[in-house]
Every structure is written in structure tokens, then in C-alpha cells.
T-cell receptor, first 115, second 110 residues
Framework: GAVVSQHPSRVICKSGTSVKIECRSL??????MFWYRQFPKQSLMLMAT?????????EQGVEKDKFLINHASLTLSTLTVTSAHPEDSSFYIC???????????FGPGTRLTVL | GQQVMQIPQYQHVQEGEDFTTYCNSS?????IQWYKQRPGGHPVFLIQ?????EVKKQKRLTFQFGEAKKNSSLHITATQTTDVGTYFC??????????FGTGTSLTVIP
């Protein structure tokens, strides 16, 4: 099956710093990648949809200047949380979808803790 | 915006009992997917339903898509401890974006 990786799996940072999370599709080309955020015991909330080579589409209420998304190649998308604050602490999960099918394959997630 | 609700939020069952979670969308869906997330893990794709009234089975799991394509259900027969986790539905819109339901957390008591 398709494999999606995320790096890092866990990060702790100080308030005010920026954190970059990478999402890679390892064995398929992903024209579309999705970024989700999940708070404890809550559902996954779609943050943005990222298409290779174009600007990401952000969901209502998600600040595009705070959550920078880059999808420069068919196998890599990055999410940068700029000037992170404690309320940004969450589990961030990416998913990727190939060109010819609708199923999303999820990465293992990145747990961000902002002190 | 699109809202996808699931009930119940939590369910505790004795091992061997059946379990059902219901998913309701505020808008008509193009398709629906179901995922299972184990504690500490990431969502794992279970199935996708596309057709109105569609029913699919995977061993002890039965998935249904409503006639109006606004609701869906997942039924597990004779639960086992390995069924523990949170089950999410995700409704797909015409743009092929998926919006996750609120999830149902299943606890199976041995």
C-alpha cells in the first residue's frame, strides 16, 4: 500500500519560534496533500489543501500567514508553523492523494508542543 | 460550511456485543470514507462508499450509505478487543475534499 511519512514525529519548541513539518509520499506521486490538526480527544480538522506547484487553499479560520504550506514537488509538502504559541500545540497530520484515486493515505502525525 | 456529525461520541460495549456508529452530514455528499484511529495512532482508511444506498461488508464490519447521501453507518458484529479505537467518517464534497466527522470512541470490555 501507499506510504506517507512525516518528520519530525515529535517536536518541542519555545514560544515565538517557527517549526517546519515535512510530509512525504514515499512510493507514489501525490498531486494533492492535505494538512489536518487534531486536538486531544477531538476530530481531525482540515486546515488546508495543497496542490503541487500552486498555492494552498486554506479552510475558513486558518491563518495562511501563520501556517505556511509549500508543495514544491509531487512527493513533498511542508507545513511551517510561524511564531508558534502554546495554543498551537496539537497533533498535525498530513495525508496524500495520488493522481488516479481518491483514497487519502495518512502520515503518522507530528506532535507539536509549544512551551 | 459543511458539518459532519457522528453519534454516539463514546460507546462502551462488552466483548461480543454489537456496535453501531452513525454519521450525518448537513449537505449531500459525493462519497463517504470511514477511518479507524487507534489510541496514539493515525487514521487508517477502512472503506469508501460512493453510491446512494450502498452497503459494503468487511468481515464483521458493515458499512451503509444513505439513499439521500447525507448519512452513513458503521456496524460491527460481535466486537472484539482489537476493535478498540475511534471511528471517523469523512464526507467528501464535489471538490473531493473530505471533512471528518466528530468520531465515535469505542471501548470494548473483555
Amino acid at each position: 500500500g501507499a506510504v506517507v511519512s512525516q518528520h519530525p514525529s515529535r517536536v518541542i519548541c519555545k514560544s515565538g519560534t517557527s517549526v517546519k513539518i515535512e510530509c512525504r509520499s514515499l512510493d507514489f506521486q501525490a498531486t494533492t496533500m492535505f494538512w489536518y490538526r487534531q486536538f486531544p480527544k477531538q476530530s481531525l480538522m482540515l486546515m488546508a489543501t495543497s496542490n503541487e506547484g500552486s498555492k494552498a487553499t486554506y479552510e475558513q479560520g486558518v491563518e495562511k500567514d501563520k501556517f505556511l504550506i509549500n508543495h514544491a514537488s509531487l512527493t513533498l509538502s511542508t507545513l511551517t508553523v510561524t511564531s508558534a504559541h502554546p495554543e498551537d500545540s496539537s497533533f498535525y497530520i498530513c495525508s496524500a492523494r495520488g493522481t488516479s484515486w481518491d483514497t487519502q493515505y495518512f502520515g503518522p502525525g507530528t506532535r507539536l508542543t509549544v512551551l | 460550511g459543511q458539518q459532519v456529525m457522528q453519534i454516539p461520541q463514546y460507546q462502551h460495549v462488552q466483548e461480543g456485543e454489537d456496535f453501531t456508529t452513525y454519521c450525518n452530514s448537513s449537505t449531500t455528499l459525493s462519497n463517504i470514507q470511514w477511518y479507524k484511529q487507534r489510541p496514539g495512532g493515525h487514521p487508517v482508511f477502512l472503506i469508501q462508499l460512493v453510491k446512494s444506498g450502498e452497503v459494503k461488508k468487511q468481515k464483521r464490519l458493515t458499512f451503509q450509505f444513505g439513499e439521500a447521501k447525507k448519512n452513513s453507518s458503521l456496524h460491527i458484529t460481535a466486537t472484539q478487543t482489537t476493535d478498540v479505537g475511534t471511528y471517523f467518517c469523512a464526507g467528501g464534497d464535489t471538490g473531493n475534499q473530505f471533512y471528518f466527522g466528530t468520531g465515535t470512541s469505542l471501548t470494548v470490555i473483555p
